[in-house]
T-cell receptor, first 114, second 114 residues
Framework: DTEVTQTPKHLVMGMTNKKSLKCEQHMGHRAMYWYKQKAKKPPELMFV???????INESVPSRFSPECPNSSLLNLHLHALQPEDSALYLC?????????????FGPGTRLTVL | DAKTTQPNSMESNEEEPVHLPCNHS???????IHWYRQLPSQGPEYVIHGLTSNVNNRMASLAIAEDRKSSTLILHRATLRDAAVYYC???????????????FGQGTILTVHP
């Protein structure tokens, strides 16, 4: 199983809502990532978890809150988002050597903030 | 991560070879050259990587210039399924401030004609 799954596929939320994005992998990977991709732009790294500990936060606003409950799961909690946060949110995982590993990406959650 | 430069777009005909160039004149000795691609409506997927020698796998070949300042991703027989954005990325195995990061450039949009 070389699949990273993300739910939901699509999400529409208002600026006052609280929602969560979920990412799951069963490859035994110990590094997990969140990326944000705006339309027609390349993905941009948001967070890196290595062995369930947050190792990189790319100066992401606090309205995005990541959580890694166990080695297979990665959540992104969303609160008080702005319309400019509308984007494709991609999750990825790798074995556990973040500098060298191949990263496996999920299909993404397309988020629209109204 | 050191910067890469790729053409914005390229076109190919089905079943013909495609050579996708990447310039990385500021590459350091510890930078690996990675290629990922992103098919429409999907997350990025790993294609190939190398350090100094040319590399082959089931998806593609990577030709690296002797001075390592440029590289070329070769798709031997393009199919319609190869239409994607191709990203050339340098990764420093020593990490440091680039720990865990895949820094995507603008990439090359490959169009494959039937």
């Amino acid at each position: 199983d070389t699949e990273v799954t993300q739910t939901p596929k699509h999400l529409v939320m208002g600026m006052t809502n609280k929602k969560s994005l979920k990412c799951e992998q069963h490859m035994g990977h110990r590094a997990m990532y969140w990326y944000k991709q705006k339309a027609k732009k390349p993905p941009e790294l948001m967070f890196v978890y290595s062995y369930e500990k947050l190792s990189i936060n790319e100066s992401v606003p606090s309205r995005f809150s990541p959580e890694c409950p166990n080695s297979s799961l990665l959540n992104l909690h969303l609160h008080a988002l702005q319309p400019e946060d509308s984007a494709l949110y991609l999750c990825a995982s790798s074995r556990g050597q973040p500098n060298t590993d191949t990263q496996y990406f999920g299909p993404g959650t397309r988020l629209t903030v109204l | 991560d050191a910067k890469t430069t790729q053409p914005n777009s390229m076109e190919s005909n089905e079943e013909e070879p495609v050579h996708l160039p990447c310039n990385h004149s500021t590459i350091s000795g510890t930078d690996y050259i990675h290629w990922y691609r992103q098919l429409p409506s999907q997350g990025p997927e790993y294609v190939i990587h190398g350090l100094t020698s040319n590399v082959n796998n089931r998806m593609a070949s990577l030709a690296i210039a002797e001075d390592r300042k440029s590289s070329t991703l070769i798709l031997h027989r393009a199919t319609l399924r190869d239409a994607a954005v191709y990203y050339c990325i340098l990764r420093d195995v020593d990490g440091g401030t680039s720990y865990g990061k895949l820094t995507f450039g603008q990439g090359t949009i490959l169009t494959v004609h039937p």
